[in-house]
């Protein structure tokens, strides 16, 4: 379960509007165990630049994830919109939510603006499930928002 309060899914809201028509990206930050409540959301630059595909900015990243751990937090999922698609991983999604560096137990939140309205969805990718080809190994899970 992925639960989100008001402040958090507006900060989410404006930061894919914001770089619209480019994918926005940044990172969920909880209390430290499984299914937290999401304290913040930590915008971070798309280095790819595009509006089809994401990729976190290192130094960015770096840089969010050394607050929520001065904070006594952590990152536990990343968040990224999809202009022209469905609030569902793609097959790039698959592949990097799957790397060695990405802990199954993140959170994959994916906010869609393609139908003029925003959705929000979240995702868990479990490695070694099936193949990128397929998009086996994703597991849809519930998104409270509060």
């Not at 630049?49 to 990152?75: C, I, Q, W, Y």
Request: with cysteine; charged share 25%; hydrophobic share 45%.
């Amino acid at each position: 379960m992925l639960a989100v309060d008001r402040r958090t899914w507006l900060s989410i809201l404006a930061e894919a509007w914001r770089v619209y028509p480019e994918e926005a990206c940044g990172v969920l930050v909880a209390r430290p165990g499984i299914d937290q409540p999401i304290v913040r959301f930590e915008p971070v630059a798309n280095a790819a630049a595009s509006s089809r595909v994401f990729t976190l900015d290192p130094k960015g990243f770096m840089k969010a994830e050394r607050r929520a751990d001065d904070d006594g937090l952590e990152v536990v999922g990343v968040v990224h919109s999809h202009t022209h698609t469905a609030a569902y991983p793609s097959p790039t999604d698959v592949a990097e939510a799957t790397t060695p560096l990405v802990p199954p137990t993140w959170h994959w939140a994916i906010v869609s603006l393609a139908w003029g309205f925003p959705e929000l969805r979240s995702f868990r990718v479990t490695p070694g499930e099936g193949d990128v080809d397929t998009l086996a190994g994703i597991a849809e899970e519930r998104v409270v928002l509060s």
